[in-house]
Nanobody, 124 residues
Framework: QVQLVESGGGLVQAGASLRLSCAVS????????MGWFRQAPGKEREFVSTIRSDGSTAYADSVKGRFTISRDNAKNTVYLQMDSLKPDDTAVYYCAARPYGANWYTKPDSYDYWGQGTQVTVSS
């Protein structure tokens, strides 16, 4: 069973930065498509960013230019660098994984494995 463990959330002021990490327990991590999603209270889970096995990336319009997704295949870890944080970024952030695919996957049900989530709170 593939397990995902997120870390790096916290409480910061608007304009600050945070880096989220997601460690994945699989021997074939380099082949996985990884995604970050977030869910604010009373709202649906929404797409934030994804990175494919070839390193290509995609972002939601709301975070483009502020967030950067990356992966370190040697460490089985995907990162989400979040800069210029805004109060609207407050949410529980989830890491997600799917073992294969050649498309861009921005829907939660496209992913097979999920982490437990990490809280990000941005104060104004």
């Amino acid at each position: 069973q593939v397990q995902l463990v997120e870390s790096g959330g916290g409480l910061v002021q608007a304009g600050a930065s945070l880096r989220l990490s997601c460690a994945v327990s699989t021997h074939t991590f380099s082949r996985y498509i990884m995604g970050w999603f977030r869910q604010a209270p009373g709202k649906e889970r929404e797409f934030v960013s994804t990175i494919r096995s070839d390193g290509s990336t995609a972002y939601a319009d709301s975070v483009k230019g502020r967030f950067t997704i990356s992966r370190d295949n040697a460490k089985n870890t995907v990162y989400l660098q979040m800069d210029s944080l805004k109060p609207d970024d407050t949410a529980v952030y989830y890491c997600a994984a799917r073992p294969y695919g050649a498309n861009w996957y921005t829907k939660p049900d496209s992913y097979d494995y999920w982490g437990q989530g990490t809280q990000v709170t941005v104060s104004s």
